[in-house]
């Protein structure tokens, strides 16, 4: 089967052709420099760049795969959840597309496909799904962090999500506070190399509680007021370093530990990980840690499939059309709301 996939539900416009479980292609036009300048991602500015970027990069899409349009089997896309206008161009464009071609079309889940992209490996990355063992998930963006116990392929539970800002929005705002520039993330990441992870000690939000929430909130906070007490600090690059890691090493505490302590207590030995956060070298050092003291299978997205792609939407979207799941209707509306399991 030769499908297209779409993936339009926040600030990055992604194409991909898949062919029998394999990527052929995963053309992203990242929306980083337009959103920059805002600090933070609008809405509307993303949709209406949606709109100028899809259909070039449809077309690189399937000229890399080597595909033409009439050679296509099923077409996917996001359906949600995301920002409302930014999911209607991709949604849309493939809805329409299913209608002219006359294929299925699946509408997907952008968190079930981030759950199911670490069994996305290899070079050329194809789906692994014969590998796959019950396992806990970490999935961990800009605008989610969550604990899924994911009993078997397709089936899944939610154990716990954040209950104010997600990870990724907490190395955005910090690195905001420092002076970095959006997304703070991955240059928290680049300058927590120089620095001391003990400098500075941060709170670790809900890290004692038996439940599988997280809260990130308290530790922005709590940065905030590190950073206004001190301004001179800021002004020295070894301090930024040592507050970069700092910050880093709290987040990632709580992660890896509310993630092992669930997987140990559903009796599971296999953990997988996804979504932006994820391309954080500590985040993957420390959970590659602790899974190898305790025996557990690891499985982490390859870097290029942490951020969103429409590899992962079409990947999903094959499994579960060869898994029987009914096609979307041309007639369906997006989700902007869209929950997991
Ligand atoms: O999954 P994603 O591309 O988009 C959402 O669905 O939100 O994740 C983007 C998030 C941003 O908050 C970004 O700062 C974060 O992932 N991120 C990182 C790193 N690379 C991306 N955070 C920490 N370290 C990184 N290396
Ligand atoms: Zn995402």
Known sequence: MTLLALETSCDETSAAV??????????????????????????????????????PVVQTALREAGVTVDQLDAIAATQGPGLPLALLVGFKAAQAL????????????????????????????VADFAAFQPNVSLIVSGGHTMLVHVASELKHRVLGSTLDDA??????????????PYPAGPEIDRLAQSGNPLAYEFPRPLLQDTN?????????????????????????????????????????????????????????????????????????????RACAARGYTLRLAERSLCTDNAAMIGILAEHKLAHQTAPTGLDEDIKTAWSLG
């Open 212 to 288: 599988d929430d997280f809260s990130f909130s308290g530790l922005k906070t709590s940065v905030r007021y590190f950073v206004r007490d001190r301004p001179a600090l800021l002004e020295q690059t070894q301090t930024i370093c040592d507050l970069c890691a700092s910050v880093q090493a709290a987040i990632v505490e709580v992660l890896v530990t509310k993630t092992i302590r669930a997987t140990k207590r559903l009796g599971l030995r296999c953990v997988t990980a996804s979504g932006g956060v994820t391309c954080n070298s500590a985040l993957r050092r420390e959970l590659t």
């Open 18 to 55: 898949i062919r029998d479980h394999r990527i052929l292609s995963n053309a992203v036009s990242s929306q980083i420099d337009l959103h920059a300048e805002y600090g933070g991602v609008v809405p509307e500015l993303a949709a209406r760049e949606h709109l100028r970027n899809l259909m």
């Open 167 to 180: 990870a990724g929005e907490c190395f955005d705002k910090t690195g905001k506070l420092m002076g970095l």
């Open 98 to 125: 299913a209608f002219v071609l006359q294929k299925p079309l699946v509408g997907i889940n952008h968190h079930e496909a981030h759950l199911y992209s670490p069994w996305i490996a290899g070079s050329p990355p």
